[in-house]
């Protein structure tokens, strides 16, 4: 990728175009990525992007960035989603197709892509393997990030969270200079209600009851590729690209 793209076609959907396109590689990626919260998807999703040039099309991107615009510029549909969310509702399978399909374009991608967010269960995943059949495009795999939900508690359960500015630290890989204080703003630094381990484990159960299915879909198909969230970024990314290759 010669510069990071805005992804403004993902985010903005409509007649928004990118400011600059991926290059075209030899060999386009086309993947899925599964993970719980606490595994490290993001970071991989930053890593593989990077390295491979294809595009991250992350679906809580176009939600964020939709929270902050003007709702007469969003989509009859996302306005439907951002409805849900403020209710505290699951934005509902039909509402997030919906937003896809109007971000089909770039599932054309020259760069690949890597669909981060989507899907979440295996309605959307049918409904995504019917969308690319129809833009003639196939996945070449579904990467799935795993790891004990132990480890997912220490790593989540360590987060502290800035009340002023929203900075985040954590109290083993990175501690705040002086113990409950921000070193950006000196706000206080809190632990969130979800990062404590009894509702860290109530989304492990819900991410686990809704994601196996999902897992088992593409195990099915050939496309499932587990990969081990132990370790750092870097080690855990040269997983990724091994699991790629085999």
């Not at 593989?48 to 294809?54: D, F, P, W």
């Not at 860290?200 to 099915?220: G, K, W």
Request: with cysteine; net charge positive.
């Amino acid at each position: 990728m010669t510069a990071k793209t805005d992804r403004a076609a993902w985010l903005k959907g409509g007649t928004a175009e990118c400011s600059v396109e991926p290059a075209a590689p030899d060999r386009p990626y086309r993947l899925v990525l599964l993970g719980a919260p606490g595994v490290g998807k993001g970071t991989q999703a930053e890593l593989l992007s990077r390295n491979l040039g294809a595009c991250q099309l992350s679906t809580g991107d176009v939600f964020r960035a939709a929270k902050s615009s003007d709702a007469c510029e969003r989509s009859p549909k996302l306005n439907e989603a951002i409805e849900f969310m403020r209710r505290g509702a699951l934005v509902p399978d039909e509402t997030v197709l919906g937003i896809v399909r109007e971000r089909a374009r770039c599932l054309r991608c020259r760069g690949g892509f890597l669909l981060d967010g989507f899907p979440r269960t295996v309605a959307q995943a049918e409904a995504l393997s019917e969308l690319l059949r129809q833009e003639r495009v196939d996945l070449d795999a579904v990467l799935s990030y795993e790891l004990p939900i132990e480890r997912i508690i220490s790593r989540l359960g360590g987060r502290r969270t800035c009340e002023k500015c929203k900075a985040v630290f954590h109290v083993e890989s990175i501690p705040p200079k002086k113990e409950g204080v921000c070193d950006h703003c000196g706000g206080q630094l809190i632990q969130r209600e979800d990062d404590r381990p009894e509702s860290i484990r109530v989304r492990m159960e819900a991410y686990e009851r809704s994601t196996r299915p999902l897992a088992d879909y593409y195990a099915a198909q050939g496309l499932l590729r587990t990969v081990s969230a132990e370790g750092s970024p870097e080690a855990i990314f040269q997983r990724s690209l091994e699991a790629l290759n085999r």
